[in-house]
């Protein structure tokens, strides 16, 4: 199935670990982007890639990390978890320009304890 | 900088009862508008983009229109199946969607 999926669904772990979520899209798309959807179902853009080079970073603190080895794959590494970080975080990726539509993954439930 | 406000927060509808949503932005240079559907545990699917005011897209029983200040999601005799979290975005001249904080819809039978 063409699609964007990322792994793992739910991740459950202590203030201060480091962890990573991971996202791959098999639609040939040039742009990946991950968002983050608080308790409030509100979502935010953290970052997006082009064809492996950052695009955008919006104000998201250091301790996230996005690394993207290949234009079909858009990893999340986050560093000493705080509880604020408990949110669902979503991959999604697009053809540029991107308003033909963007495609989202199923999502990371992230809970900090 | 770049603004969606959707209202109401949530909606209960009857089965079959037609009732409209509205997501109102503030944008320097729209380039698309978006919907999409969000189920619970879910990531979103998309809907429809318009790109220009006047234009209208539509998909079973829902329609989507847009003005230059709005977009209406209308939908037409739902059921239940059609409850869901109904999310608006706008992307402007970054290629970024920005959201609205999303309408809850309950259709009950």
């Known amino acids: 199935d063409t699609a964007v999926s990322q792994t793992p669904k739910y991740l459950v772990t202590q203030m201060g670990n480091d962890k990573s979520i991971k996202c791959e899209q098999n639609?040939?798309?040039?742009?990946m982007y991950w968002y983050k959807q608080d308790s409030k179902k509100f979502l935010k853009i953290m970052f997006s890639?082009?064809?492996?080079?950052?695009?955008i970073n919006e104000t998201v603190p250091n301790r996230f990390s996005p690394k993207s080895p290949d234009k079909a794959h858009l990893n999340l590494h986050i560093n000493s978890l705080e509880l604020g970080d408990s949110a669902v975080y979503f991959c999604?990726?697009?053809?540029?320009?991107?308003?033909?539509?963007?495609?989202f993954g199923s999502g990371t439930r992230l809970t900090v304890v | 900088e770049d603004q969606v406000t959707q209202s109401p927060e949530a909606l209960r509808l009857q089965e079959g009862e037609s009732s409209s949503l509205n997501c109102s932005y503030t944008?320097?240079?729209?380039?698309?508008l978006f919907w999409y559907r969000q189920d619970p545990g879910k990531g979103p699917e998309f809907l429809f983009t318009l790109y220009s005011a006047g234009e209208e897209k539509e998909k079973e029983r829902l329609k989507a229109t847009l003005t230059k200040k709005e977009s209406f999601l209308h939908i037409t005799a739902p059921k239940p199946e059609d409850s869901a979290t109904y999310l608006c975005a706008v992307q402007a001249g970054a290629q970024k969607l920005v959201f609205g904080q999303g309408t809850r819809l309950t259709i009950n039978p």
């Open positions: 639609l040939g798309h040039d742009t």
């Open positions: 944008v320097s240079g729209l380039r698309g």
């Open positions: 890639y082009n064809n492996k080079e950052l695009i």
């Open positions: 999604a990726s697009s053809q540029v320009p991107g308003i033909y539509g963007y495609t």
